[in-house]
């Protein structure tokens, strides 16, 4: 059975969490490719440390450089988004698959170069987004494509936090804009809430945004205070073109939402039924019915559903952890040839219109107006 090497760039967080899912790629059922992860750089070598204890490690590295000369088939880079451009371009150009971060980029330049690099390249390269990998995601999915809500008159989807509510919670890069770009929390969480929509066709053409700051200094770490320049909270009401006619989508990409952690959700409706899936209740799909009388249906849903079948028993509930491994199976999958239909990755086309949105987002909060979302 073919194994693919991997290597990380950025050890932190999401890094982790990478090197947890292929540690425990076993669990995948007959999943017909194996994985290893090789190859490790991050600047903190305490970060480095927690890696050697991996029996695949065989490179630990704070030059990334060397990185990208070892025999490598993929590289996984997450890093701020300011980063994102550089680095995505020459883990390319040294002939490397690429599983990037959102959002692709700082803007929408920086997004733009990535793609027609990938493309010159001929390279396999996806964006990471992992929570339309739970079941409920995909039920959704299933039901929208379905046909039976009939006319499809309103969607809602987003993604809220409730991390930034504490004031003095210390500053850090996500906070700043030369960091995190002039997007803000669009860059941060608004590929999770238009993962889905766009897969689905469901291509914003005009938007009216509604920007927040809210908290606009934060403690530096060092006695002071440091200035907050980015969007906390954004709202985006958007128009899509169904079956010719015009609907409304709501977006929200919120890290001041009180009482939410980590939630995402997705609300569709339509003239016969309506299907709605929050994280807030990962077992819980929600399905409308209209008939006689009108009445929402839960359905508990378990392990069974996931993209990629596993060892887990089909009664148990998935938790971030699994989704974040099935979205690296939709990334090998998809790079060997046999998703088969099942859902991927964010695609590079995808990633430049969440930017392309973005865009007209900050246009549209500056302007107080409506503006329409060209893509090219």
């Not at 695949?56 to 880079?77: F, M, N």
């Not at 929200?252 to 039924?273: A, D, Q």
């Not at 799909?285 to 849903?301: C, I, M, V, Y």
Request: proline share 5%; aromatic share 10%; charged share 25%.
């Amino acid at each position: 059975m073919k194994t693919i090497k991997i290597g990380i760039i950025g050890g932190g967080l999401m890094g982790k969490e990478a090197a947890s899912a292929f540690g425990r790629w076993f669990a995948l059922n007959d999943f017909p490719a194996q994985v290893a992860l090789t190859a490790v750089c991050d600047l903190n070598e305490k970060v480095l440390d927690w890696y050697t204890a991996l029996p695949t490690v065989t490179l630990v590295t704070t030059d990334y450089k060397e990185l990208l000369q070892s025999d490598l088939d993929v590289v996984y880079v997450a890093l701020p988004h300011n980063l994102h451009k550089d680095f995505y371009l020459e883990v390319l150009a040294a002939g490397k698959d690429l599983l990037a971060e959102k959002p692709f980029g700082i803007d929408l330049e920086a997004a733009l170069a990535i793609k027609e690099a990938g493309e010159k390249s001929g390279r396999f390269v996806r964006c990471s987004s992992e929570m339309p990998f739970l079941p409920g995601p995909q039920r959704v999915i299933q039901e929208v494509r379905s046909g039976r809500l009939g006319k499809i008159i309103e969607i809602k989807a987003g993604f809220l936090h409730s991390s930034d509510l504490d004031p003095n919670k210390p500053i850090n890069w996500k906070r700043q804009s030369q960091f995190c770009g002039e997007i803000g929390v669009m860059g941060d969480l608004g590929m999770h809430a238009l993962h889905v929509p766009l897969r689905l066709g469901w291509k914003p053409k005009a938007v009216y945004a509604y920007l927040q700051k809210i908290i606009e200094q934060r403690p530096d770490g060092k006695g002071g205070m440091a200035d907050c320049d980015t969007w906390n909270n954004a709202t985006l009401n958007t128009q899509v073109d169904i079956d010719g006619a015009t609907v409304p989508m709501l977006l929200e990409m919120k890290r001041l939402s009180p009482g939410e952690t980590n939630t995402w959700y997705i609300e569709v409706y339509g003239t016969e039924g309506g299907v709605k899936y929050s994280t807030k209740d990962t077992k819980a799909l929600w399905t409308f019915a209209r008939g006689e009388e009108q009445f929402w249906q839960r359905t508990d849903l378990g392990f069974k559903g996931v993209p990629f079948p596993t060892i887990t028993g089909g009664i148990f509930e998935p938790g971030f952890a699994d989704c974040f491994m099935q979205m690296l199976a939709g990334y090998i999958a998809e790079r060997e040839g046999f998703l088969n239909g099942r859902f991927g990755c964010v695609t590079p086309e995808e990633a430049v219109a969440s930017q392309y949105a973005f865009d007209a987002a900050l246009r549209s909060h500056k302007n107080s107006s409506v503006e329409p979302i060209t893509y090219s």
